[in-house]
């Protein structure tokens, strides 16, 4: 594990072979294009959300090879992270969001309490750049824990944030098409709503070391894959 990530509890990374990013943005503009747009953000605006929902669906079912072209675009980071043997989610999440819609935003969370291993990550990416302090954001390691050293599971925990006076600790992502954020799965995160026209397309997957646990998700979540001899994942299991 890198240092920055170790300390902070995520990272934002740079692609090391943008044509796998390439063909995930290809896959969504393609079956964009049957839910009847184009794909770009300007054209969000107009779609309505029946359709998105659809076009969420319609991607998780048809791309192919989504979630190993996800992680093979930025593979040479993850090795040092993740090692050789890897469980990798088997269809990453494709979100688009349009601005004003309650859907655009997500509620704050570690991904541990949805059953992650404490020890595996997350990688979000986005298919548009972001530079707006909106949509994405994330509590680093150490304001993650001081949130949780305190909280009962009796509230929401976004109350309790808000309790604590931490809501100026989130930090938003701003990130340009060909970077990644890298994040544990204790990390608090969430989206807030998009309320000034700023849409995003972003795609998200979970991943782990082979010989950690799985938590509570496992077979059902996962396939297993191996680093190739050129630094690319590939499968070898269910």
């Known amino acids: 594990m890198t240092d920055a990530l170790f300390k902070n509890g995520y990272q934002i990374i740079k692609a090391s072979n943008i044509y796998y990013l390439d063909k995930v943005k290809k896959e969504y503009l393609k079956i964009a294009k049957k839910v009847g747009f184009d794909g770009s953000l300007e054209e969000l605006n107009n779609v309505s959300e029946k359709d998105l929902n659809k076009l969420h669906i319609d991607f998780n079912r048809e791309s192919k090879d989504a979630n190993f072209n996800l992680i093979n675009a930025f593979s040479k980071k993850l090795i040092p992270v993740l090692g050789d043997t890897i469980f990798l989610q088997r269809q990453p999440y494709l979100r688009a969001k349009k601005h004003n819609l309650l ?87 969430g989206a807030s709503l998009l309320k000034t026209k700023h849409n995003r397309v972003s795609v998200n997957i979970h991943l782990q070391n082979f010989n950690i646990p799985t938590g509570e998700k496992g077979p059902e979540l996962f396939t297993i894959a191996r680093l190739t001899a050129n630094n690319t994942y590939k499968k070898i299991g269910v």
Request: charged content about 25%.
């Open 103 to 189: 859907s655009t935003a997500t509620v704050a969370h570690n991904d541990f309490d949805f059953g992650h291993s404490h020890l595996g990550f997350n990688i979000w990416t986005t298919l548009y750049d972001i530079s707006h302090d909106e949509g994405i954001y994330i509590y680093d390691m150490e304001d993650s824990r001081k949130i949780y050293s305190s909280f009962k599971f009796d509230k929401h925990l976004s109350m309790h944030i808000k309790k604590l006076k931490f809501e100026h600790k989130k930090k938003y992502i701003h990130l340009k098409y060909g970077e990644a954020v890298l994040f544990s799965n204790l990390c608090i995160h």
